[in-house]
């Protein structure tokens, strides 16, 4: 059974996982609407990586004999100044996504929730992968430089998001 503690934080961390998929569906969009299919299919699958995760949260919830509270989902912006702010903003996010999974960490080890913390690892580690994916996106992003969108949008196609 669940600590009402820990399901509370993770009810917050569906709310934020879900953000997350929107936010990256919001972002997705707008590079579509700008002709960067690359970059838009990199971050349709994001978004959809990040459903799963809430999915995952939600699963563990009931099964733990909680309740997974589906949440509403704040207004995600929709407009970037250009994709090397929007980038920034990813990783930025991934961070905070980041300090929340430590958060939920921290608290199953104060509340001795160890099949909790247990299966939050998976979340640290994907962590790790997310926030060093979006890096090497950027690193790439800096290389190629404002003048070779391009072929940056080409190669974004190739990468897959899991890695
Ligand atoms: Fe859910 O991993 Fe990114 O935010």
């Keep these: 059974m669940l600590k009402p503690k820990v399901e509370k934080i993770l009810n ?12 990256y569906l919001s972002m997705a969009s707008w590079s579509e609407s700008k002709g960067m299919a690359g970059v838009a299919q990199w ?6 990586e990040e459903k799963m995760h809430m999915l995952k949260i939600i699963d563990f919830i009931n099964e733990r004999g909680g309740k997974a509270i589906i949440p509403a ?13 929007l980038f920034d903003e990813v990783l930025a996010h991934e961070k905070y996504i980041s ?3 430590n958060d939920v960490v921290a608290l199953t080890v104060k509340e001795n929730d160890f099949a909790t913390q247990n299966w939050v690892q998976w979340f640290v580690t994907e ?3 997310e926030e060093s ?3 090497a996106i950027i690193d790439k992003l800096n290389l190629v430089g404002k003048n070779n969108l ?3 949008d080409r190669d974004i196609m190739n990468l897959r998001t899991d890695v």
């Design 73 to 85: 989902i704040d207004k995600t912006p929709e407009d970037w100044k250009d994709i090397f702010v």
């Design 99 to 101: 300090e929340s999974i």
């Design 43 to 48: 971050l349709y699958a994001q978004a959809e």
């Design 133 to 135: 994916s979006v890096q």
């Design 12 to 23: 917050e961390q569906i709310q934020k996982e879900g953000y997350s998929s929107f936010l």
């Design 127 to 129: 962590q790790i992968e």
């Design 150 to 152: 391009y072929v940056f």
